[in-house]
Antibody
Framework: QLQLQESGPGLVKPSETLSLTCTVS??????????WVWIRQPPGKGLEWIGN???????YYNPSLKSRVTISVDTSKNQFSLKLSSVTAADTAVYYC??????????????WGQGTLVTVSS | QSVLTQPPSVSAAPRQKVTISCSGS????????VSWYQQLPGTAPKLLIY???KRPSGIPDRFSGSKSGTSATLGITGLQTGDEADYYC???????????FGGGTKLTVL
């Protein structure tokens, strides 16, 4: 059974960089059939897609966040990571990592991490 | 402002049926498959429907999906109190090269 687990600081100061890692177990991040995705959910609000990465390193980013986001992959550790720079209180959210596929349609987010709350505050 | 439009809330009595709509455009729903997600309070979303109308293993047939043109619909029959949750539609937008979601619909089982 595929499992995803987010890890990283739960508190980040304004203007600093938010960094999270997602560890994938029970399957290979190098599968050619899937992308790996970060999604966030501000408290009491809906889901917001941040971006996807393929095992080769190919990425798609949300245009509204593109200037501040970097998603990377480490296939040797079966992990992918998120960096969001210059954070403000508006970036406070539960951050989820998940699997997106198949590559032919990119319509199914079928495995999700449990989510991690990141609060931006001084 | 979400790319896909859902009603903020719907409600129905136990054992009744409810539908949740999701409206988009030709670049998203109109040309790609739609998925639906259920988010119970305090938990991560769960895939409920994919490829417009298919159910992952373990999802009861009380849940169904359909698509017509640039709109999609989630149907839930035999409502149970345990179905109270937020429901989101999602798809790929070919123009934006992005995953897009609806704003979510809160289902209340009265």
């Amino acid at each position: 059974q595929l499992q995803l687990q987010e890890s990283g600081p739960g508190l980040v100061k304004p203007s600093e960089t938010l960094s999270l890692t997602c560890t994938v177990s029970g399957g290979s991040i190098s599968s050619s059939s899937y992308y790996w995705v970060w999604i966030r959910q501000p408290p009491g609000k809906g889901l917001e897609w941040i971006g996807n990465i393929y095992y080769s390193g190919s990425t798609y980013y949300n245009p509204s966040l593109k200037s501040r986001v970097t998603i990377s992959v480490d296939t040797s550790k079966n992990q992918f990571s998120l960096k969001l720079s210059s954070v403000t209180a508006a970036d406070t959210a539960v951050y989820y990592c998940a699997r997106l596929g198949p590559t032919s349609s990119l319509d199914q987010i079928d495995y999700w991490g449990q989510g991690t709350l990141v609060t931006v505050s001084s | 402002q979400s790319v896909l439009t859902q009603p903020p809330s719907v409600s129905a009595a136990p054992r009744q049926k409810v539908t949740i709509s999701c409206s988009g455009s030709s670049s998203n729903i109109g040309s790609n498959y739609v998925s639906w997600y259920q988010q119970l309070p305090g938990t991560a979303p769960k895939l409920l429907i994919y490829d417009n109308n298919k159910r992952p293993s373990g999802i009861p047939d009380r849940f169904s999906g359909s698509k017509s043109g640039t709109s999609a619909t989630l149907g839930i029959t035999g409502l149970q109190t345990g179905d109270e949750a937020d429901y989101y539609c999602g798809t790929w937008d070919s123009s934006l090269s992005a995953v897009v979601f609806g704003g979510g619909t809160k289902l209340t089982v009265l």
